[in-house]
T-cell receptor
Framework: KQEVTQIPAALSVPEGENLVLNCSFTDSAIYNLQWFRQDPGKGLTSLLL?????REQTSGRLNASLDKSSGRSTLYIAASQPGDSATYLC??????????FGEGTQLTVNP | GAVVSQHPSWVICKSGTSVKIECRSL??????MFWYRQFPKQSLMLMATSNEGSKATYEQGVEKDKFLINHASLTLSTLTVTSAHPEDSSFYICSARDRGSVAKNIQYFGAGTRLSVL
């Protein structure tokens, strides 16, 4: 059974800082891994998807890396802004399109 | 981009009543849809996987007679919470896999439904 751990559980930073969110998973037999953003009381916004054959993906100020063999992924956010405040979820996908979610990192960016 | 519409966004009901939640793929056909539940301060937990035209597959511990799933077309899946109780109060989110992008295994998520059972 896939287990996903996200560290830290919560993070508060001043505006402008670069930061790294960590995700680890126990079953390395994944098809891909997605990073999502969830605002309070809202659904999920997909940020980045990394296929199992890829090492990283970039979108704007976001960069996600994947080390499948060691069961780790990181989400790097450059020059953080107050609008980045949200909960960030990591979800590796295994057989049958099953997504397993971590408990998330709650990010607060202070102006 | 692919859009998944979920309705209603918020529902309040009395204990013992049934509530139906709809999940629609607006601009693509979804052979497979997924239903998740999220309790406060917790992550999403997969409840069931629904394939068009066949019975849903439920995760361990999820009562299939309580959470009825119907996936009658390639664009619509419904989740009915039968005889709802206060402990069923939660945030329910659906996702859909684009039939045209099966190779990428991408799921698109609805905005969620907040269910409050009084």
């Amino acid at each position: 059974k896939q287990e996903v751990t996200q560290i830290p559980a919560a993070l508060s930073v001043p505006e402008g800082e670069n930061l790294v969110l960590n995700c680890s998973f126990t079953d390395s037999a994944i098809y891909n891994l997605q990073w999502f953003r969830q605002d309070p009381g809202k659904g999920l916004t997909s940020l980045l998807l990394i296929q199992s054959s890829q090492r990283e993906q970039t979108s704007g100020r976001l960069n996600a890396s994947l080390d499948k063999s060691s069961g780790r992924s990181t989400l790097y956010i450059a020059a953080s802004q107050p609008g980045d405040s949200a909960t960030y979820l990591c979800a590796p996908q295994t057989s049958g399109s099953r997504l397993t979610f971590g408990e998330g990192t709650q990010l607060t960016v202070n102006p | 981009g692919a859009v998944v519409s979920q309705h209603p966004s918020w529902v309040i009901c009395k204990s013992g009543t049934s509530v139906k939640i709809e999940c629609r793929s607006l601009d693509f056909q979804a052979t497979t849809m997924f239903w998740y539940r999220q309790f406060p301060k917790q992550s999403l937990m997969l409840m069931a996987t629904s394939n068009e035209g066949s019975k849903a597959t439920y995760e361990q511990g999820v009562e299939k007679d309580k959470f009825l799933i119907n996936h009658a077309s390639l664009t619509l899946s419904t989740l009915t919470v039968t005889s709802a109780h206060p402990e069923d109060s939660s945030f329910y989110i659906c996702s859909a896999r684009d039939r045209g992008s099966v190779a990428k295994n991408i799921q698109y998520f609805g905005a969620g439904t907040r269910l409050s059972v009084l």
